[in-house]
């Protein structure tokens, strides 16, 4: 594996967005809340094979502003904390000692995905207390809030807004002894009163669902993903699988506009 820190020009960043792991495949309506524990082992042994080195968003931070970033970097993360992950996640990313996050809805630890239900789907059961400490006790694992309830952001009124956002990090700040300052946005929904409210919140990056990888000129606090979700091995709108993973973290194009207002000479 590369490890030799090289100075700029920019590597593009992707960041992967999972939620569930599941043991077996399940109903297609479910197709992107979930990937296979095979295929995700899969996928990490081709991240491995392929050289690239998962940093923490602590790392992406510092690279946004020096530079500086591993070869071939990458972001794993976990939106929602499925109870699965226990299984299906922690073991093998505690074997490679990769680091990677989790977004917790703080409120619903031990329970279930239950903001799911209104829009048709069942809920799952999530991380408990226990498995949480456990994970952050043996293994690379960053928690960060993905505030206390999952709403629309968007759709709340400023103080609701402001409590979903505070109170979420700081019963995970205080359960787990950390300064937390990431924030998922749920369903990537976010406007300008949000990406605000996050920022006088204290939060210094946030995530989307937006798709790209992570360039030295984004905004930290509306960072675009690229979503891994269920694919079948063989499919027409798909294609092979395996390389529909390849080309999604390596080489599909970004269609966001460049800011080129904000271009240093160095990332050009
Ligand atoms: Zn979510």
């Not at 995700?40 to 081709?46: D, G, H, T």
Request: include cysteine.
């Amino acid at each position: 594996m590369t490890t030799t820190d090289s100075p700029l020009p920019w590597t593009p960043v992707p960041i992967l967005m999972y939620h569930a792991v599941e043991d077996e495949t399940r109903d297609p309506k479910y197709k992107h809340f979930y990937v296979t524990a095979s295929v995700f082992e899969w996928q990490m042994r081709y991240l491995q094979r392929s050289g690239y080195t998962p940093i923490h968003f602590a790392q992406l931070a510092q690279a946004m502003v020096d530079g500086v970033l591993p070869a071939r970097p990458v972001i794993l993360t976990f939106d929602d904390g499925y109870e699965n992950l226990m299984t299906n996640v922690y073991p093998l990313l505690g074997e490679l000692n990769w680091p990677y996050t989790v977004f917790l809805v703080s409120d619903r630890i031990g329970a279930t995905s239950e903001w799911v239900t209104p829009e048709g789907y069942d809920a799952s059961r999530l991380l408990a207390w226990h498995h949480i400490h456990e994970m952050a006790a043996n293994s690379r694992v960053d928690f960060q809030p993905h505030t206390s309830t999952h709403p629309r952001l968007s759709s709340l009124a400023r103080e609701a807004l402001r409590r979903e956002l505070v109170d979420s990090r700081d019963l995970l700040s205080q359960n787990l002894g950390k300064e937390m300052n990431v924030i998922c946005y749920p369903y990537g929904d976010h406007n300008d009163a949000v990406v605000d409210a996050a920022r006088d919140a204290g939060y210094t990056m946030g995530v989307t669902t937006d798709f790209g990888r992570v360039r030295a000129v984004d905004d930290p606090l509306t960072l675009p993903r690229i979503s891994v979700y269920h694919v079948p091995p063989v499919s027409l709108t798909y294609g092979i699988g395996t390389l529909n993973f390849d080309w999604r973290v390596r080489t599909r194009k970004d269609n966001r506009p460049l800011p080129t207002a904000a271009l240093t000479p160095a990332f050009r």
